[in-house]
Structure formats: structure tokens, C-alpha cells
């Protein structure tokens, strides 16, 4: 297998790793806190997500990581077992971003750019919806890593 091959699925893997901890983070740590605390905690959330959000990350780390599968992709597209496995990884997260942006983010709009008189049912409704979407988030990230581990273990007997 070229190097150029190799260091591809590499990145990829690396890339979804660094996905997969960042989702779990974020479901097991910001999430229970975004449901904690009413208004009042979700203020002080505010307050402590001016300079930085875990949105800055995941916008540059998610088209990246598609770029390295679609990539990946193409250039296994000749070893059929390999390309699905790529394919299946590519879908799964382009999946997790059509979730994020349909479903997620309308929730994180209620939370941190609604006015804080919006009230604590809503805010409530809202957190708990977005931890239990994150949780589908997380297990299909789970789902691609897998699949490019899969590939990348049957790149060693790929012709």
C-alpha cells in the first residue's frame, strides 16, 4: 500500500479519535450541565463560554475528519471491502453533522441565545433534548471510528 494511502486512513482514525473524546466530553461533562442549575446555572454557562465554545472546535474538527474519509474514500475506491468500509465511515458521519444541525443546534440556540427569561420548562426541555441527541451523536462517531478501524485493519491484506 502506497504511503500516501496509509497516512491518509491514519489521519482519519486520528481524527475520529479526537472526535470521539471531544463528543464523549461533551455529553458526560458539558451536558449535565446545561440540565443542572435552571437559569441561573445556565448564566454563569454563558458567562463562561464567551471567549471560546466547544462549537469552535467541532467546526473545524468534523469537515476535517470528512475530508480524510472522503479522501480515503477515493483513493480505496479500486479495493471494494476497503471503499465501503471508508463509505460507511464517511456516512455515519456526515449523518452526526445532519443530526447537529437539524437537531442540536436549534436546542443550543434555546439555551445560549434566547433571552433567560425563556422559561425553565423550556430550558430544561431543551437540555434534556440536546443530551439525549448527543448521545445518538456519540454512538455514530463510535459506529465510524469503527468502521475505519475495520478498514484500516484489512489494508494489511488488501492487495
Known amino acids: 500500500?502506497?504511503?500516501l494511502h496509509k497516512s491518509l486512513s491514519v489521519l482519519?482514525?486520528?481524527a475520529l479519535s479526537t472526535l470521539f473524546g471531544a463528543s464523549i466530553y461533551d455529553?458526560?461533562?458539558?451536558?449535565?450541565?446545561l440540565?443542572?442549575?435552571?437559569?441561573?446555572?445556565l448564566e454563569h454557562g454563558r458567562h463562561f463560554m464567551v471567549a471560546a465554545t466547544p462549537a469552535k472546535l467541532f467546526r473545524v474538527l468534523s469537515p476535517a475528519t470528512q475530508a480524510f474519509l472522503l479522501l480515503c474514500v477515493i483513493f480505496f475506491w479500486r479495493t471494494p471491502r476497503l471503499r465501503w468500509l471508508f463509505l460507511g465511515s464517511l456516512v455515519a458521519i456526515l449523518?452526526?453533522?445532519a443530526i447537529t444541525f437539524s437537531y442540536a443546534y436549534p436546542r443550543l440556540r434555546v439555551l445560549f441565545a434566547s433571552p433567560l427569561t425563556t422559561s425553565a420548562a423550556d430550558l430544561s426541555r431543551a437540555a434534556n433534548e440536546w443530551v439525549a441527541c448527543n448521545y445518538i451523536r456519540v454512538a455514530l462517531v463510535l459506529a465510524s471510528w469503527f468502521a475505519c478501524l475495520a478498514a484500516i485493519r484489512n489494508t494489511a491484506v488488501a492487495p
Open 1 to 3: 500500500m502506497p504511503m
Open 12 to 14: 482519519a482514525i486520528l
Open 27 to 33: 455529553t458526560v461533562v458539558f451536558g449535565p450541565n
Open 35 to 41: 440540565q443542572a442549575g435552571g437559569p441561573e446555572g
Open 95 to 97: 449523518a452526526c453533522d
